[in-house]
């Protein structure tokens, strides 16, 4: 009997698009020693990278961009900035809605961090509706390390062929397709129904 695959959804830009200009201006506003942008600084430190692994919870993370840039308003404040970067991909939301009433399990797989994910929740419907999840900040690593991918593989149950793989990111498709996994980089939501549709899926 051919077994059924799962599908794997990453988060960002995939079924939910972000903009940090809804936050940067907020957060400058607030702090004394702004930086030129906001994106830019946190691309240029660590501190997201290390927030995003788990090696800085939700409170260490805000402390050390306080010292860094000096932000004035307490976490609650900062958090409420922070997260609310999100908006929906209705194309893929669909999508996966009707992948969900075909019987595929689907589970998400993503880079992130807490506040994004408490932010998603309880902002979006639709992510309530998957067998699973896998997050950077949980599993201590983060896509395309080994590791994250393992842990996704042992959630599942899943291996090689069984599991196809949805990402905007090329270097985290590659890491899914060395390990077997059908993995389909996303650009449109009609680009990858029509891979899903090549692989017999829909």
């Given at each position: 009997?051919?077994?059924s695959?799962?599908?794997?959804?990453?988060?960002?830009?995939?079924?939910?698009?972000?903009?940090?200009?809804?936050?940067?201006?907020?957060?400058?506003?607030?702090?004394?020693?702004?930086?030129?942008?906001?994106?830019?600084?946190?691309?240029?430190?660590?501190?997201?990278?290390?927030?995003?692994?788990?090696?800085?919870t939700?409170?260490?993370?805000?402390?050390?961009?306080?010292?860094?840039?000096?932000?004035?308003?307490?976490?609650?404040?900062?958090?409420?900035y922070?997260?609310?970067?999100?908006?929906?991909?209705?194309?893929?939301?669909?999508?996966?809605?009707?992948?969900?009433?075909?019987?595929?399990?689907?589970?998400?797989?993503?880079?992130?961090?807490?506040?994004?994910?408490?932010?998603?929740?309880?902002?979006?419907?639709?992510?309530?509706?998957?067998?699973?999840?896998?997050?950077?900040?949980?599993?201590?690593?983060?896509?395309?390390?080994?590791?994250?991918?393992?842990?996704?593989?042992?959630?599942?149950?899943?291996?090689?062929a069984?599991?196809?793989?949805?990402?905007?990111?090329?270097?985290n498709?590659?890491?899914?397709?060395?390990?077997?996994?059908?993995?389909?980089?996303?650009?449109?939501?009609?680009?990858?129904?029509?891979?899903?549709?090549?692989?017999?899926?829909?």
């Amino acid at each position: 009997m051919k077994k059924s695959p799962v599908i794997i959804f990453d988060l960002g830009k995939v079924l939910v698009d972000f903009d940090w200009s809804r936050a940067t201006g907020k957060i400058m506003a607030r702090c004394q020693r702004p930086p030129d942008n906001f994106d830019t600084f946190l691309g240029a430190s660590s501190l997201l990278w290390q927030y995003e692994c788990g090696q800085l919870t939700r409170r260490q993370f805000y402390d050390a961009v306080c010292a860094a840039i000096g932000f004035a308003g307490d976490l609650t404040e900062f958090s409420s900035y922070f997260a609310d970067i999100f908006t929906a991909m209705p194309g893929t939301i669909a999508l996966h809605a009707e992948l969900r009433q075909r019987g595929f399990k689907t589970f998400i797989f993503s880079n992130t961090n807490d506040l994004a994910i408490e932010h998603v929740r309880h902002n979006f419907p639709f992510f309530a509706n998957f067998d699973g999840y896998i997050f950077s900040f949980e599993v201590g690593a983060m896509k395309p390390q080994p590791k994250i991918y393992e842990a996704l593989e042992t959630l599942t149950g899943k291996r090689g062929a069984e599991l196809i793989y949805i990402d905007d990111r090329p270097e985290n498709i590659e890491a899914g397709a060395a390990r077997g996994w059908q993995a389909i980089l996303h650009e449109t939501p009609e680009q990858t129904r029509q891979a899903l549709a090549a692989a017999g899926i829909i």
